[in-house]
Nanobody
Framework: QVQLVESGGGLVQPGGSLRLSCAAS????????MSWYRQAPGKQRELVAT???????IYADSVKGRFTISRDNAKNTMYLQMRNLKPEDTAVYFC????????WGQGTQVTVSS
């Protein structure tokens, strides 16, 4: 079993940047497929980006070219570098790990506003 803890959220102006982190407990982090999701008020949770245990990545069209997902298996941590943030990126961001079942973090709030 793995526990996931997100950090790095906050308030940022449009056009700004943030880096989210997802720290995982456990010893087999490198086997997990890791993802970032987000949920805006009144909307369904949506996939933002995924990184496989081989390092392959996929992105939602809305964030391509602005967000970068990465992982450091030695640190049991996944990251989401977010650039050129827009008000529509405002949401609670969650990390998810998948290995035979899904594990979710508690989320971190990202607010993009002037």
């Amino acid at each position: 079993q793995v526990q996931l803890v997100e950090s790095g959220g906050g308030l940022v102006q449009p056009g700004g940047s943030l880096r989210l982190s997802c720290a995982a407990s456990g010893s087999i982090f490198d086997l997990y497929v890791m993802s970032w999701y987000r949920q805006a008020p009144g909307k369904q949770r949506e996939l933002v980006a995924t990184i496989t245990n081989a390092g392959n990545t996929i992105y939602a069209d809305s964030v391509k070219g602005r967000f970068t997902i990465s992982r450091d298996n030695a640190k049991n941590t996944m990251y989401l570098q977010m650039r050129n943030l827009k008000p529509e990126d405002t949401a609670v961001y969650f990390c998810k790990g998948t290995l035979r079942r899904e594990y979710w973090g508690q989320g971190t709030q990202v607010t993009v506003s002037s």
